[in-house]
């Protein structure tokens, strides 16, 4: 079975520092890696996703990750915080193989920005 | 694209009545996953469809629930006789299949409230 630990529920980061949020996962199959960012009232919007193709991953809004499968990691980084990036994010794995893509998701980190 | 839709955006409901939600997918996308995210979790996956056919459902859906993709466009989800436990974020996605790996793209959700 698969499934996705996000390590801290709650970051919190200066405007204009890095942006570091954890996520590892585990999979018995080749993984497909996503990240979601929710703000509040709303739906989830895609940040980025591993597609195998290569191990860092360039997402919108600057954001980025790096999939280190010695590690089972995906964490997701952005070099300068933005206060329009205060908002929930969610890491979510799904496996290959099969018809149902369906996503395991981490409980999710909420990112606060201080000015 | 529109994006995908969902209907009503709030629903407040008194324990033991009906409530059915709706979901509009991406017009092209044949694939449609629901999910319910309670507070302070990521989301969960609930059920799936490929077309009209309900390929996968989770333990998560009591027989209190029920999913239907009619003519595999839209989607609505059923809960009879709500019970305090069922408030929370219903989300719907849609996708389509690109290759070996697909893309869930979220709508606004429903958010529910049993009183």
């Known amino acids: 079975a698969q499934s996705v630990t996000q390590l801290g529920s709650h970051v919190s980061v200066s405007e204009g520092a890095l942006v570091l949020l954890r996520c590892n996962y585990s999979s018995s199959v080749p993984p497909y890696l996503f990240w979601y960012v929710q703000y509040p009232n709303q739906g989830l919007q895609l940040l980025l996703k591993?597609?195998?193709?290569?191990?860092l991953v360039k997402g919108i809004n600057g954001f980025e990750a790096e999939f280190k499968k010695s590690e089972t990691s995906f964490h997701l980084t952005k070099p300068s915080a933005h206060m329009s990036d205060a908002a929930e994010y969610f890491c979510a794995v799904s496996e290959s193989g099969g018809s149902n893509y369906k996503l395991t998701f981490g409980k999710g980190t909420l990112l606060t920005v201080n000015p | 694209d529109t994006g995908v839709s969902q209907d009503p955006r709030h629903k407040i409901t008194k324990r033991g009545q009906n409530v059915t939600f709706r979901c509009d997918p991406i017009s092209e996308h044949n694939r449609l996953y629901w999910y319910r995210q309670t507070l302070g979790q990521g989301p969960e996956f609930l059920t799936y469809f490929q077309n009209e056919a309900q390929l996968e459902k989770s333990r998560l859906l009591s027989d209190r629930f029920s999913a239907e993709r009619p003519k595999g466009s839209f989607s609505t989800l059923e809960i009879q006789r709500t019970e305090q436990g069922d408030s929370a974020m219903y989300l719907c996605a849609s996708s389509s299949r690109q290759g070996a790996q697909e893309t869930q793209y979220f709508g606004p959700g429903t958010r529910l409230l049993v009183l």
């Open positions: 591993y597609t195998s193709a290569a191990t």
